[in-house]
């Protein structure tokens, strides 16, 4: 059975870090890309960074520039998105999404991804970030 799971949400005060992991069961992320999600209460699923395994590409959104890495373990077949000087507005569940590349360029499939994350079929249960102002 795939799935997709994300770990690592908590409590954490503004300016604070948090490091979320998602792991993969089922199969290996070889030549997939993935990203992290956010859904804030009442908000759109946006998306926030991604990895794409078969050129090594990082992708993150303006809103994450300059406070996030994220970055894979293939051993574990888990992806890291570290987030550091979170705010209030970063409060969401954080959702972890694989999309193969093995028939579509890596960047194009992020910006599918990133485009129409309602399009997307594998998707991991979440975790949810808060953040204290």
């Known amino acids: 059975e795939v799935q997709l799971q994300a770990f690592g949400g908590g409590f954490v005060q503004a300016g604070g870090s948090l490091t979320l992991s998602c792991t993969a069961s089922g199969f290996r992320f070889d030549n997939y890309a993935i990203a992290w999600f956010r859904q804030a209460q009442g908000k759109e699923r946006e998306g926030v960074s991604a990895i794409t395994t078969a050129d090594g590409a990082r992708y993150y959104k303006d809103f994450m520039k300059g406070r996030s890495t994220i970055s894979i373990d293939d051993a574990r077949n888990t992806v890291y998105l570290q987030m550091d000087n979170l705010k209030s507005e970063d409060t969401a569940v954080y959702y972890c999404?694989?999309?193969?590349?093995?028939?579509?360029?890596?960047?194009?499939?992020?910006?599918?991804?990133?485009?129409?994350?309602?399009?997307?079929?594998?998707w991991g249960k979440g975790t949810l970030v808060t953040v204290s102002s």
């Open positions: 999404a694989a999309e193969t590349t093995t028939r579509r360029d890596p960047a194009i499939t992020v910006g599918t991804m990133f485009g129409a994350p309602h399009a997307i079929t594998s």
